[in-house]
């Protein structure tokens, strides 16, 4: 408010400045006629103090102004302006106008945009696992190194459309989220089975030990965390082993033996597009996938922490407790 009767007050002082002068007028007029200051000097301290008064009068009413305007920064309406009591208020009022409706015009052009993007890249995603369908199918009929290793290949095509698609609903209007009671086991071998050529052709050992636990969580997506981890862990360990095991009371870990995260990457590995020391050694990485773990955990009501060591690995944990969520 200090700041406030700062400006005010410079914003008076051309009118205390006029009166000044009108009053220096007066008097350099009665000095000349030889006429006595006093009949100057007397109406020219009545003139001051009811100049006082006006001013502090019109101080008040705009402190008042100023809260109003001040209180409606956060959600502004048009109808929520105060009158106009000036022509300078109407015009600013009109100019208020024209600015929101060119802000919503914005605003709806950017939104049309984004949801034709989004529409056309979710098309395009769906068009993109018809030709990878009939590629694996084609690579199912033989059983050579190149045709495993291409499958692996190709497995890795289809996690990064289910990326792109997983990016895409993050923020949609409506969502497919079906939360229900599942059986964890059956989640893990089938997010685990996906990765079998890998384990298979990189000799890396796995350590798979039953949960035999049920999980309040949406199948579909919990799947598509756990395979962004294990595509993370066979990325980043080139021997050892990847476990997978149940920490009390409903923590899923996911562990490798691989080279690890560097300390100073570790707090930022769940920051949408950050790579890190590792991300940049491995030229395709895109910081997307911890991310969406992330934030998929977030919609389900599930935490998900790393914990690492450089060249003794990493551990990822999913804590499935789920809180105030609704079984459907």
Request: proline letters at 4%; glycine letters at 6%.
């Amino acid at each position: 408010m200090r700041g406030f009767w700062k400006l005010y007050l410079r914003g008076q002082l051309p009118a205390l400045g006029l009166f000044a002068l009108c009053c220096a007028v007066f008097g350099a007029a009665f000095w000349l006629y030889r006429l006595p200051l006093g009949a100057v000097g007397y109406p020219a301290l009545v003139s001051l103090v009811l100049w006082l008064v006006y001013a502090l009068l019109r101080g008040i009413r705009a402190v008042q102004k100023h809260q109003t305007l001040s209180a409606l920064t956060a959600a502004l309406t048009e109808d929520m302006l105060p009158d106009a009591a000036t022509v300078d208020d109407a015009d600013y009022r009109r100019i208020i106008a024209l600015l929101r409706e060119a802000r919503r015009t914005q605003e709806l052009g950017a939104a049309r945009k984004y949801a034709d993007m989004v529409d056309y890249y979710t098309l395009w995603a769906h068009q993109i696992k018809t030709p990878i369908a009939s590629m694996r199918l084609t690579l199912q009929n033989e059983d050579t190194p190149l045709s495993r290793r291409l499958t692996a290949e190709l497995g890795r095509v289809e996690r990064y459309v289910e990326m792109v698609l997983a990016y895409l609903r993050l923020d949609a209007d409506a969502t497919d989220y079906v939360l229900r009671e599942c059986e964890l086991d059956p989640i893990v071998r089938g997010a685990v089975k996906k990765f079998s050529g890998e384990f298979i052709e990189r000799r890396l050992s796995l350590d798979l030990r039953p949960t035999n636990l049920r999980v309040l969580t949406d199948e579909k997506w919990l799947a598509f965390v756990l395979e962004q981890l294990l595509s993370n862990a066979l990325k980043y360990t080139p021997a050892g082993r990847v476990s997978i095991y149940l920490e009390s009371p409903a923590t899923l870990c996911v562990a490798d033996t691989g080279i690890g995260v560097a300390p100073e990457d570790l707090p930022r590995i769940f920051e949408q597009g950050f790579t890190g020391y590792n991300g940049r050694a491995d030229k395709q990485a895109s910081g997307l996938g911890l991310y969406l773990c992330r934030r998929v955990c977030q919609n389900l009501g599930h935490t998900i922490s790393a914990e690492s060591e450089p060249g003794r690995g990493t551990v990822i944990r999913l804590d499935l407790s789920c809180k105030k969520l609704t079984v459907e």
